[in-house]
């Protein structure tokens, strides 16, 4: 009787890996620079897109577990290009990857808000610049995640890509509209100082653990 596949089968693989073997989960078979345009249109909007360099490091480690296998096929150019796609076994081991292994918890680094955070010690003309910067691009982002998601829905199997697209357009929609909410407060604070120039809000003290215990007895 056969055993039933567990996480624990599977070789330990990068979340690269696992990213671009799920890119070829698709049905086709993809070259490099196929790949490296389908992250840029469906990864980077909700986790990265890899690089070509680490897109074609993957390949050669998903090619050596026998997750994926290639061929090459000559063009009308002189060079010809290399084709990848997914084996059987790369389809259980992605399907057991999906269904079984832990979900690794969202994690939010932000680069933004750590310089919004530090803003005792910052230019109040640099953290507009700062955010607006942010809130021009999550508008790109937005408008791209778009048109994207309407490409994805001219086809049945891309349907779950598609719904992950919507949730990135709503995504940067908030983002933006957080970084217009944090600009007018800002715009306030800077309203509020009576000091000359570009005076410096007062940096605050930290409170010791003891006084922190007292405020909570």
């Known amino acids: 009787m056969a055993k ?3 996480s624990a089968d599977a070789p330990t693989l990068r979340p690269t890996s696992w990213a671009v073997l799920g890119l070829l989960s698709f049905g086709s078979e993809l070259s490099g620079y196929d790949l490296k345009k389908w992250a ?3 990864l980077r909007f909700f986790y990265w897109a890899p690089s070509y360099s680490q897109i074609y490091s993957e390949l050669r480690n998903l090619e050596a577990h026998g997750y994926a296998t290639s061929r090459v096929v000559s063009t ?3 060079k010809s290009k290399r084709l990848y796609a ?3 076994a790369g389809t259980d081991a992605v399907a057991t990857w999906a269904n079984e292994s832990p979900v ?9 808000m750590l310089r919004m955070w530090l803003g005792h010690l910052a230019d109040p003309d640099k953290l507009q610049s700062v955010l607006t910067e942010h809130r021009d691009q999550s508008e790109k982002m937005r408008i791209r995640a778009i048109a994207d998601a309407e490409g994805a829905s001219e086809e049945a199997g891309w349907a779950y890509p598609e719904l992950v697209l919507r949730w990135s357009e709503m995504y940067y929609e908030s983002e933006r509209d957080r970084a217009n909410w ?3 407060n800002i715009s306030r604070l800077g309203s509020d100082k009576t000091s000359a120039g570009k005076a410096r809000r007062k940096k605050p ?3 010791t653990p003891d006084e922190l215990r007292k405020h909570e007895d």
């Open 4 to 6: 039933d596949k567990t």
């Open 40 to 42: 840029d249109w469906s």
């Open 76 to 78: 009308n150019d002189v």
């Open 86 to 88: 997914i084996t059987p």
């Open 104 to 112: 690794e918890p969202a994690v939010l680094k932000h680069g933004v």
């Open 182 to 184: 944090m600009l007018e």
């Open 205 to 207: 003290e930290p409170r």
